[in-house]
């Protein structure tokens, strides 16, 4: 194997595996001198794929599993039932420090649950937060929680913002990623208690971050700050109204540019603007589900991604392995800790 | 007066008052031969403005009022200085039975504190819902609540449920609307105490209503159900959500459309498909905020609309103050209560 960063892939996961997979990595190796990768999956389908493509050659190690976790499985049953199969493996591979972090397309929740089990949670951190990176007006805003949690206390709310703010450095580059709480706008009852707590904290604790205060739901696509955090329930109803939005607005598009000959012939002429518009508007460009929180790095690629995108998922999951993102998130916590901040 | 319906509308609230909501009322009654209108403001300035609509002739009575209703005064405030303003006087009008709903452009939170403390609580309402018409794939679907209340226990999301369901008869004109309340998707954590609660009691009650279960934040723009139930904060963040995605895709589309002299041309011939997209990406294309729950019709209309918007606003004020919906939600309201479930 090559030096620099191994990433151990689930080669199984995702609605077109294992091609999609093996083509993207791929993309990714030949974009990437420094990575090499672990690929977990039955060793006999991926030999004749991995032959293919020469870049892969002395850089992609294939271990074999028997079994796979499939998109129906519950968490449960692939805590119950995953051992040895290409998903477990790949996550172990990073407790054993073969690999410094991990990717799949398959099941999120079995994700979510097969690295909460092996990986264990972060020294400080009591509860692990999803992550998304949603595009706006001036890039990317890291959101979190979109799931994990159902509901989240201040001290959580604040452990939200420390490490959305640590991952937006690692994962956007941002030297100092500036932080909002999201809430609503009137003007009279502005926010939960958990929500004005969390406020009241991030104000006063001496953490050296940008935390500009509250933001709205429609802050989030102006770009208005870097890291929007909030409660899992709030956090995935916005994320999946948006991603519903943009649907909705994408094929009301195919069909405006369909109505008669003459939008018919703009189409044609405009078909540069618009297959950049529509892949802007295709939420599944946006890969990368990080749960963070965990003793390691497990990243979620799109089940229906395609290689650039499952290449994309990877290039994030050797950025956060090269970065020292779980060191700021401790040092962050234990400083609140210091300061008294209760967490459940 | 002509027979009919009676509007009492708010000449000065609004980001173009009372220019737009004269030319507003002159679309409204031009379209509507059965309703007219009492027109509250500054007599000098509505008097030239009405004489130059024919249509108004006869069928627009001006009341005049002193004061202003600003945009920047808080709801209470608004509470305590506005006694005698033409927002105050249109809702007083609706209370005193001169006018069967009140429309106005101007301060939401002021417009719903003084609806509150006017008309009051519709018999058996504890707390009153803001709503939003979501346009969707299929036409438009009533969400609620979207910012009247930050929280809701079981009993007042069984209560949205209802007022959201009459309104959404008498609003878009549904037979038997589709109901759903908002959730997350993950299997195994399917939601809040409350929300469970909620959804236990909307599907064993005796209430004739189309209760479907629950939908996530992306079937709400795929219009997978007509009425969508949840709390204020969520329904809030993701109205808001939903709409910078929508401002961020029109931008975008802009930009698309502008980037070289082929998408240029394509612009030129695609112009009325453009036209059109544009228009549905528009939030305040969505007109028609409404408070349900309370002892009469008030209708808020979005501040920066124009005369058209202000119209729709009106026809749906007017189908409001036509309609049976206040008999309809106290009458489930009351079977919800013999049927044990306890409202705060």
Known sequence: ???GTILSIDAMGGDAAPGVVVDGVAILLAERPDIAVLLHGDESVLALMVAAHPVLSGRCQLVH???????DMKPSQALRRGKGSSMWNAVEAVKNGEAGAAVSAGNTGALMAISMLILRKMEGVHRPAMTALWPTMRGRTVVLDVGANLEADAAQLVSFAIMGEAYARAALGIEKPSIGILNIGSEEMKGHDEVREAHE????????MDYRGFVEGNDISKGAVDVVVTDGFTGNVALKAGEGVARMLGNRMREAFTANIMTKLGAVFASGGLKQLRSQMDPSNVNGGVLLGLGGVSVKSHGGTDARGFAQACQLAADLAASHYQDEIIANLLRIREGGLAAD
Do not use: G, N, Y
């Open 65 to 71: 599993s028997d079994s796979v976790i499939t998109s």
């Open 201 to 208: 904290w991030l104000r006063e604790a001496e953490l050296d």
């Open 1 to 3: 194997m090559a030096e």
